[in-house]
Nanobody, 115 residues
């Protein structure tokens, strides 16, 4: 199983970024996917989740209305569209899936929101 995030970077407050997570090594279309983030000195936080077919999504209150999770099962990729970014969104963002009792993680991508 391999998860590879991309799309992070430096953005000004109010700006947008789209993160991607390319998955391989498992039946991507059969599993839910999640985005987490971890800010310096804080615990890793679940911020968005999507079911295997993409029919249902859930968001943390901190990002609801600003972030959108989506997936393209033909491309084995999950996305996180982030709009109206705030300095408090600064963190390393990770994609995740759970196969059985085991969690798989990508290496993370840094998002920094600063003027």
């Amino acid at each position: 199983v391999q998860l590879v995030e991309s799309g992070g970077g430096l953005v000004q407050p109010g700006g947008s970024l789209r993160l991607s997570c390319a998955a391989s090594g498992f039946g991507f279309g059969s599993y839910g996917m999640r985005w987490y983030r971890q800010a310096p000195g804080k615990e890793r936080e679940l911020i968005a989740a999507i079911t295997s077919a993409g029919g249902s999504t859930n968001y943390a209150d901190s990002v609801k209305g600003r972030f959108t999770i989506s997936r393209d099962n033909a491309k084995n990729t999950v996305y996180l569209q982030m709009n109206s970014l705030k300095p408090e969104d600064t963190a390393v963002y990770y994609c995740n899936t759970r196969l059985g009792d085991y969690d798989y993680w990508g290496q993370g991508t840094q998002v920094t929101v600063s003027s």
